[in-house]
C-alpha cells in the first residue's frame, strides 16, 4: 500500500526562493506529510517528526547554501523530533567537490527540535574519502563531524525521548550496506541487539538508512523510517527504473503497511551516481503519530 501527500514547501525568508526549477538534476523541496496509524503507536501519545535524508554534500548539485535553506526549512516546520537518515556525503560518476566534513555538519547543527536532532550514517558514508585530504574510513569521520555539531549518533544504539504525551524510543541502525564482500553487500546493522534492548512497553520507532531491513522489523517497533532510494532517482510515468535494494521498487518510496507494520521511505534531497533526479521532488518528510482523526 502506498500513499503519499505532498506539499510544497514554503521556504522561509531568505531560504529557497522561487529560482528554484524543475530540471533534470530535481525540482524544487516539498514536504511530503504523512500521518500513519500503527497499531503499536498509542493514539493519545502525539509526535510529530521531521525525516531529512540523503544529503549528499558537495558541489555542484549539493552546495552548502542548499543545506543551509534545507535546514531553515525544517526548522520552520516546527517538529517535535527531527531525524536525519544518513548518506551526508556525495558519491558521483562525474567529477564534484567535497567539503571538509564540518563544513555541512556546521549547517545541519543548527537544525532544533524539542527531542533533538538524531542521525544514523548512509552506506556513502563509509568506505569513501569524507573530505578533501582525508582516507576513506568505517564512517567515524561523519560520526565525529556531527556528533561535533552537536547531534547525536545512533549506530546500533538507542535513546529514550519524550514528548507531553509521554515517552518512546527511538532506535537507530547502522547501516546495512558498508562494504562489498565477494560482490555482497556487508552490514553494520543489529537489528537483533535493538529489539532485544526494548525491555519494556514503551512504543518505538526505528531509523534505518535502507529499507531493506523491514521484512525483519517485528510489529513491537510501530514504524520505520528510511531513506537511501531516492524514490530511484528518475522515476517515469511514477515508476522507479532502477532502486538501490534486493526487494526492487517494493520500497522504493512513501508509505508501505505489510502485516500491520508501517515504513516510510524517504525520496530525500540529494543525488548520487548519476547526477540526475527525475520525477521526484527532493523532499522532507514529516510525519504526524497519535493525532485524533478529527485533527
Ligand atoms: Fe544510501
Redesign the pocket.
Known amino acids: 500500500m502506498l500513499d503519499r501527500r505532498d506539499a510544497m514547501a514554503r521556504p522561509p525568508a531568505g531560504g529557497l526562493g522561487t529560482a528554484e526549477r524543475r530540471s533534470v538534476f530535481g525540482g524544487p523541496l516539498v514536504v511530503r506529510r504523512y500521518a500513519p496509524r500503527p497499531a503499536a503507536w498509542p493514539r493519545d501519545l502525539r509526535l510529530r517528526a521531521a525525516l531529512l535524508t540523503?544529503i549528499h554534500a558537495g558541489m555542484p548539485l549539493m552546495p552548502l547554501e542548499r543545506i543551509a535553506a534545507i535546514v531553515d526549512t525544517v526548522n520552520a516546520l516546527g517538529a517535535d523530533l527531527v531525524l536525519l537518515g544518513?548518506?551526508y556525503l556525495s558519491s558521483m560518476k562525474l567529477p564534484y567537490r567535497r567539503f571538509a566534513p564540518e563544513a555541512w555538519a556546521r549547517e545541519l547543527g543548527r537544525l532544533a527540535a524539542p527531542c533533538g536532532v538524531f542521525a544514523v550514517l548512509?552506506?556513502?558514508d563509509h568506505g569513501r574519502r569524507p573530505g578533501p585530504g582525508l582516507r576513506p574510513d568505517d564512517g567515524r569521520t561523519v560520526r565525529a563531524a556531527l556528533e561535533g555539531a552537536g547531534i547525536a549518533v545512533l549506530e546500533n544504539e538507542a535513546a529514550t525521548l519524550s514528548v507531553p504525551d509521554g515517552e518512546f524510543r527511538l532506535l537507530g541502525l547502522a547501516s546495512q550496506r558498508v562494504r562489498k564482500e565477494k560482490g555482497r553487500w556487508i552490514g553494520a546493522d543489529d537489528l537483533d541487539g535493538l529489539i532485544r534492548g526494548l525491555d519494556d512497553d514503551r512504543p518505538a520507532l526505528l531509523l534505518a538508512?535502507?529499507p531493506d531491513i523491514f521484512p525483519r522489523v517485528p510489529r513491537r517497533v510501530a514504524l520505520t523510517l528510511s531513506?537511501?532510494t531516492h524514490g530511484g532517482q528518475v522515476r517515469i510515468a511514477d515508476r522507479a527504473l532502477v532502486v538501490?535494494s534486493r526487494y526492487g521498487a517494493r520500497y522504493a518510496w512513501g508509505h508501505c503497511i505489510e502485516d500491520g507494520r508501517h515504513l516510510l521511505v524517504s525520496g530525500g534531497v540529494g543525488v548520487?551516481g548519476w547526477p540526475i533526479r527525475f520525477g521526484i521532488d527532493p523532499e522532507i518528510v514529516m510525519v504526524d503519530l497519535g493525532h485524533s482523526d478529527e485533527d
Open positions: 540523503d544518513g548518506d548512509g552506506n556513502h538508512h535502507e531513506g537511501h538501490p548520487s
